[in-house]
């Protein structure tokens, strides 16, 4: 099998610096370095730190807690914020907890966050092309003023009730395809000329999506590797699906069957920005070998 593997699979900017923060949390609290003179009580992360499951084992394994509420918090514990950032609200009793908090929302998203909260200050309706399940999405929308819509598809927006008299704000999640935020914003300039539009998706995004584009016009089939609560990596299957190739998304190289590739000669591989090297390198293994 001829594999051609993408430049930009793997860790992103926000997941390597996430991961570097609890690496060093880990670090100080097992040589008992710490700047802050605090109790060294656990070493929390509030909610996965982020969407891969071989990475949160990793963590698991190593003694880090991961809780889901601030209301599990002690006094001396570390507490490290995910990479896709929290609520406001969520935060401010994280803070009022006690714990010493690490922030570890990835750069892009808090930009995000604080660029909708300056844009709807005066009460804006935010319109958020995002998740509406997904935990960076629900930081997000914690940070408008006014009314927020969340929609994930041109269908669910054409179905909200939009008063024209109003202000409106277009973001999106971090992780969404650009082409179809590009349309999006369009149809919605067309309908309210006055219409703010944020840059909320992030490069890296940008980058791995077209490179999955390119790839996937180039072979016959397509394996992605990556958490199946990833968006951003359901998001790169969903690109290479489109090329009208077989799209195979998997969280490890076990998980693909020899049979499926039975008459493939060229196959393309990314990764998600969650996914670390060794799975992807592992997929290639089982790539190549066949």
């Known amino acids: 099998m001829n594999v051609i593997r993408a430049k930009t699979a793997g860790f992103c900017m926000g997941v390597s610096l996430a991961l570097q923060k609890l690496d060093t949390a880990l670090d100080e609290a097992t040589t008992g370095i710490d700047k802050s003179n605090d ?15 071989q990475v949160l084992a990793f963590y698991e394994a190593k003694g880090v807690a991961c809780v889901r509420d601030a209301a599990e918090l002690l006094p001396d514990d570390r507490v490290i914020i995910r990479a896709h950032g929290i609520p406001r609200q969520e935060e401010e009793r994280v803070r009022a907890s006690g714990a010493r908090v690490v922030d570890a929302t990835c750069p892009k998203v808090k930009k995000a966050q604080l660029a909708i909260a300056r844009a709807t200050r005066a009460g804006a309706t935010l319109l958020l092309f995002g998740e509406a399940d997904h935990p960076e999405v629900r930081g997000l929308v914690s940070y408008a003023h006014g009314p927020a819509h969340v929609f994930g ?6 179905e909200l009730r939009l008063d024209p008299g109003h202000n409106h704000v277009l973001a999106s999640q971090t992780t969404q395809d650009r082409e179809t935020f590009t349309a999006l914003e369009a149809g919605l300039r067309a309908r309210f000329p006055g219409l703010t539009v944020l840059s909320t998706i992030c490069d890296a ?5 077209e490179e999955a584009r390119s790839i996937a016009s180039s072979v ?11 968006g951003n990596t359901r998001r790169l299957a969903d690109v290479a ?19 499926r590739f039975a008459q493939k000669t060229r196959a393309g591989l990314t990764a998600g920005a969650s996914t670390p090297k060794s799975l992807i390198d592992a997929a290639e293994n089982w790539l190549t070998s066949l």
Do not use: W, Y
């Open 39 to 53: 109790p060294r009580g656990r070493i929390c992360t509030l909610g996965p730190i982020i969407h891969n499951p």
């Open 220 to 230: 016959d089939v397509m394996v992605i590797v990556g958490g199946r609560q990833s």
């Open 205 to 209: 995004t940008r980058e791995r999506q």
């Open 153 to 158: 598809s041109p269908k669910e927006l054409a």
């Open 241 to 259: 699906a489109l090329s009208g190739i077989d799209t195979f998304h998997v969280e490890s190289a076990d998980e693909l069957d020899a049979k």
